[in-house]
T-cell receptor
Framework: DTGVSQNPRHKITKRGQNVTFRCDPI?????LYWYRQTLGQGPEFLTY????????KSRLLSDRFSAERPKGSFSTLEIQRTEQGDSAMYLC????????????????FGPGTRLTVL | AQKITQTQPGMFVQEKEAVTLDCTYD???????LFWYKQPSSGEMIFLIY??????QNATEGRYSLNFQKARKSANLVISASQLGDSAMYFC?????????????FGDGTTLTVKP
């Protein structure tokens, strides 16, 4: 069983550059989530998809962030005009939402992409 | 809005002993799920255990058990027979328990150190 994969694992960029991260979920999972985690804190929700539909986006997310899941499989998260405050670990998770909810929506995480903005 | 509080920034336990990691939550949703994750220094979040708000019994998964007290809004994780490999960050999280829900809300975590 292949878990959630994320690429790249590390990204160093200069302020003002655009970056794009990719997430490949567990193959049968219909939901995909993006979180951001800074040192010493828990993951903070950014956005999630059910199949190809983006169902929720955090109000904390600026317009510089955009996410897509064009065919309901992999997803990309793009950050435009990066700022030093964007430096964080970006986590992707996937789940299989079922009618009864509950444990079926347990999220399984990838290894994350660590972004450093210089 | 949902909120998770983990009041123990760091905990120490002797190898082979049991340890309890505290988690309290706040929500107005009648149906919800509570999760615990482990995050080793490698960074990957590992799912440990799930408790549904309407589950009658406390969840158990091997050495992990969840002490769920609904009236007190607490969902403490108990790790029995601690091992050196249990040293990690532990996060409590909550999700709304229906098919239209998505995001989970996480606490700020507890760092557990197992001493030999």
């Amino acid at each position: 069983d292949t878990g959630v994969s994320q690429n790249p694992r590390h990204k160093i960029t200069k302020r003002g550059q655009n970056v794009t991260f990719r997430c490949d979920p567990i193959s049968e999972h219909n939901r995909l989530y993006w979180y951001r985690q800074t040192l010493g804190q828990g993951p903070e929700f950014l956005t999630y998809f059910q199949n190809e539909a983006q169902l929720e986006k955090s109000r904390l997310l600026s317009d510089r962030f955009s996410a897509e899941r064009p065919k309901g499989s992999f997803s990309t998260l793009e950050i435009q005009r990066t700022e030093q405050g964007d430096s964080a670990m970006y986590l992707c998770a996937s789940s299989l939402a079922v009618a009864s909810g509950g444990r079926g929506d347990t999220q399984y995480f990838g290894p994350g992409t660590r972004l450093t903005v210089l | 809005a949902q909120k998770i509080t983990q009041t123990q920034p760091g905990m120490f336990v002797q190898e082979k002993e049991a340890v309890t990691l505290d988690c309290t939550y706040d929500t107005s949703d009648p149906s919800y799920g509570l999760f615990w994750y482990k995050q080793p220094s490698s960074g990957e979040m590992i799912f440990l255990i799930y408790q549904g708000s309407y589950d009658q019994q406390n969840a158990t998964e091997g050495r992990y058990s969840l002490n769920f007290q609904k009236a007190r809004k607490s969902a403490n994780l108990v790790i029995s027979a601690s091992q050196l490999g249990d040293s990690a960050m532990y996060f409590c999280a909550m999700g709304v328990d229906n098919t239209n829900a998505g995001k989970s809300t996480f606490g700020d975590g507890t760092t557990l150190t197992v001493k030999p």
